[in-house]
């Protein structure tokens, strides 16, 4: 199903770059309404958008990625479980043949609620946890989370929930605990999936303490050759192939050619860390929907064209790393035909200190129910209020904007 002819190689790589008629993975978030304020979050969730797609809507929605035979959305926000039709929308996705995976803080996986999961073949859940112990998890994302966390996993492993997934940022406060978080996956029958930390949303704001040191990111490849497809990552860490040994999974920037993002007010992003205007492809309430924009976009098409890659073709790690990640590269405010900032040749590092960071574009749209959150490792920070069942919970709706 590929827009362009198929490579002459053969590669997967190659024909996905030029793009297909639905995405591979669409990730969709639900709601901006959240409990907590992790400091990294991509889409500075808290506050509900009053905006926000309403429930006929996203079934709208659903029914044209079923028409376009869309496999599975990956479903997030914010905290999607909040919203009070977020399992109507679970059951008539999976009615109509799209599969769901979505990720939560464990909030609402009541023991009914895990037996539910437990007995779904088209469901899927991961559990976020950014430290294999309090002190580092809850620095990030906040007092109790750490073990919330851990009691949703009791009870989707009590429910008989096999192979539901842990996801970990990886921070340079975690990397040392890698064999950790393998080992809370073994303990309750998941399976581990690792992502890399963008400069996105509110992790802009804390991306340089944050992000993994040069030797950690060493340390952390080695780790992910050793294991294998024991570990997901999607397309997370292809720029460390650079390194020598390609890793599992797509090892090329999706954005707007196999994956893209819908927010919760209808915006169609070219990739779920991108979320600025530059990357904003349409609406699904435009005229032709979420296909039209997926297909027919001006910016999805560029982003399906050859690129030049820039200086980066001139090094001899280029097909192995292609350039790196776009979102890292724009929100640190180097070029998108640069080198990656977490570049293993160090060419990040030398376009990094060449340049002005107060200048490099920030992430749209802000919903944190409070100011800036202040990083403090391995400090705790005060315990931000849950949310009730209203996705309103915590912020005025006149205080809310989105742009």
Request: proline share 6%; aromatic share 8%; charged share 20%.
């Amino acid at each position: 199903m590929t827009i362009a002819p198929p490579s002459p190689t053969g590669r997967l790589v190659d024909q996905f770059q030029y793009g297909l008629d639905a995405p591979i993975c669409l990730t969709w978030e639900l709601t901006y309404a959240c409990n907590l304020a992790c400091v990294h979050c991509l889409s500075s969730s808290g506050r509900r958008d009053p905006r926000e797609l309403t429930t006929a809507e996203c079934k709208s929605v659903i029914d044209e990625l079923e028409r376009m035979q869309v496999f599975y959305v990956n479903i997030g926000g914010g905290e999607p479980t909040v919203r009070p039709d977020f399992w109507e929308l679970v059951d008539y996705a999976t009615a109509h043949r799209v599969g769901v995976k979505f990720s939560t803080n464990g909030i609402k996986i009541t023991p009914e609620v895990a037996r539910r999961l437990a007995a779904s073949d088209y469901v899927d859940v991961q559990i976020s946890l950014d430290g294999a112990t309090a002190e580092v998890n809850d620095a990030v994302r906040g007092a109790g989370s750490y073990e919330t966390a851990l009691l949703a996993m009791e009870r989707l492993a009590e429910a008989g929930f096999r192979g539901f997934k842990i996801s970990v940022v990886m921070t340079r406060h975690n990397v040392a605990q890698l064999d950790e978080f393998k080992a809370l996956a073994d303990r309750y029958g998941a399976q581990l999936r690792l992502t890399r930390l963008r400069p996105s949303g509110r992790g802009a704001d804390v991306w340089h303490e944050l992000h993994p040191t040069d030797e950690q990111q060493r340390e952390l490849y080695h780790w992910l050759v050793a294991h294998g497809e024991g570990v997901l990552t999607g397309d997370s860490f292809f720029h460390l192939s650079a390194y020598g040994e390609a890793l599992p999974g797509l090892n090329l920037c999706g954005a707007g050619r196999v994956v893209c993002l819908i927010d919760p007010v209808g915006d169609v992003y070219a990739c779920p860390f991108a979320i600025h205007d530059s990357f904003l492809a349409g609406n699904v309430r435009d005229t032709g929907g979420f296909s039209h924009v997926w297909r027919e976009s001006p910016l999805f098409l560029d982003l399906r064209s050859p690129q030049t890659g820039g200086a980066c073709t001139s090094c001899s790690a280029y097909d192995a790393c292609r350039g790196g990640c776009m979102a890292a590269k724009f929100f640190t405010g180097l070029p998108l035909d640069g080198p990656d900032p977490e570049c293993v040749k160090g060419h990040g590092a030398t376009a990094l200190a060449s340049i002005d960071r107060a200048g490099a574009p920030r992430p749209t749209g802000d919903h944190s129910r409070k100011g800036p959150v202040r990083l403090g490792m391995p400090a705790i920070r005060r315990p931000v209020p849950m949310c009730d069942e209203s996705p309103l919970a915590g912020g005025d709706a006149k205080e809310v904007s989105h742009g």
